[in-house]
């Protein structure tokens, strides 16, 4: 089976990674119609935001079936883990029409933290030990706190807005962050803790996307979590990322790809987990050893406004190749320059912030025609954009080195302005000595 020559397209999500997926779908000559539901003050420019809330499956059948939309791509993983895909395919209307992204059984290898350690043991993927832990097993919990060495991280099982890991040095802390979690401090989704132990090293990210038999490894990321400069304070969605990474050489490479990727893919066809979408593998560098920290079943942001930009290939002949089994026909091709991604965030984030904020610049910052501009928390009011989330803006540029592409991103910022503007000035730096 293939997609139409002319395809219409249905996005769903509203972030950066979504207006980067939007930016790159627009480029295929095979694009008929893009909608992205609901989208942001940038995606608009790339096609056309309807306001549709992504999780309200009966709403999007009705919205594909109106406007004759032959494939749908999800960004976020709320829908994936409440089972978007297999809402279309158990519904003769839509189920000819393809979803780029897994079935709501591989979506757990998100969803819960405990599933995903259990499928990586059973598939002698490396990770950290851990052990999960419930209300009723609060006291063992505390005991096996006590064989590890700090820090000591604990982990909601459930999707918790990126909020559910907790990495703490103190072993009595860490006890009492276990019976507040369990309690219900994130809610249904700290029902189940796992604990684990500490992985040292530098992380990275690696995304492949997957038929279901074969894959293909997209560029590799690093970003950057935490609100301070030098890696300091509380960690975010997501500050800055940089592709290519330098310590991903070909020898490391291989090691995530016949570790790692390739016994993944294998065990979800072993278990017959259905799985036609893109999977990010948060992977930790221990002294040249990949070890895996956690999946999530759909692209990273702010990593695919580093990622989608250095793909040179037909996005949406990627998408059939997913939809359809046929991956290992399509081409992948990869800008071999350097990205380097540098978030602009609301004053305040990730505590409180302020949501309306006018934002000036954006078109004096993209006609240099070196970097591009891609809307994360942004709205439209009158004429004008403002602010609308914590992450605002993310900002890409290329260049030979890490340090010439952070420069022209560096320099893009300086044009954009809006109150309470906050960049970290040290992204990629850390790796330009690697």
Same mark, same amino acid.
């Given at each position: ?36 539901? /609901? ?39 709320? /829908? ?45 993927? /490396? ?181 989608? /930009? ?125």
């Amino acid at each position: 089976m293939k997609l139409p020559q002319s395809v219409n397209v249905l996005l769903l999500g509203s972030g950066g990674r979504e207006h980067a997926l939007a930016w790159k779908i627009a480029q295929s000559k095979r694009l008929a119609k893009l909608y992205i539901a /609901p989208g942001n003050a940038g995606t608009k420019g790339c096609g056309i935001n309807v306001d549709i809330n992504p999780a309200d499956f009966a709403i999007v059948k009705q919205f594909v079936l109106s406007n004759n939309v032959n494939l749908v791509v999800v960004g976020p993983e709320e /829908p994936l883990v409440k089972g978007i895909s297999d809402y279309f395919l158990n519904d003769s209307d839509i189920r000819n029409i393809p979803v780029i992204g897994p079935s709501m059984e591989g979506a757990r290898l998100e969803g819960s933290k405990d599933f995903a350690k259990a499928f990586m043991m059973r598939h002698g993927i /490396p990770t950290a030990a851990y052990r999960t832990f419930t209300r009723d097993t609060l006291e063992e919990g505390y005991a096996f706190l006590e064989t590890l060495r700090p820090p000591y991280v604990l982990k909601a099982d459930g999707l918790a807005a990126g909020k559910g890991v907790l990495i703490v040095d103190d072993p009595a802390q860490a006890k009492a962050e276990l019976a507040e979690m369990l309690g219900g401090k994130f809610g249904h989704a700290s029902q189940r803790v796992v604990i684990e132990e500490y992985l040292s090293g530098i992380e990275v990210s690696v995304f492949v996307a997957t038929d279901g038999k074969g894959y293909k490894i997209l560029p590799e990321a690093k970003d950057y979590k935490r609100i301070g400069e030098g890696d300091t304070g509380l960690n975010t969605g997501g500050m800055g990322a940089v592709s290519p990474v330098p310590f991903c050489d070909e020898a490391f490479m291989e090691k995530v790809r016949t570790r790692i990727v390739e016994p993944t893919v294998e065990g979800l066809k072993k278990e017959g987990i259905r799985y036609n979408g893109f999977l990010f593998i948060g992977l930790m560098n221990a002294d040249g050893e990949p070890k895996v920290i956690e999946y999530n079943v759909r692209m990273g942001d702010p990593e695919t406004e580093v990622v989608m /930009p250095r793909i040179t290939s037909d996005i949406i002949d990627l998408f059939e190749g997913i939809a359809f089994g046929s991956l290992g026909t399509k081409e992948l091709t990869v800008r071999g320059e350097t990205a380097v991604t540098v978030v602009c965030v609301s004053g305040g984030y990730p505590g409180e912030y302020e949501k309306g904020k006018i934002v000036e610049g954006l078109e004096e910052a993209a006609a240099s025609g070196n970097s591009l501009i891609f809307h994360a928390g942004t709205g439209v009011q009158g004429r004008e954009t403002v602010t609308a989330g914590g992450r605002v803006l993310a900002v890409t540029s290329f260049g030979e080195t890490i340090g010439e592409a952070a420069s022209r991103s560096y320099d893009a910022i300086e044009k954009i302005r809006y109150s309470g503007k906050y960049c970290r000035r040290d992204i990629g730096k850390d790796l330009e000595a690697r």
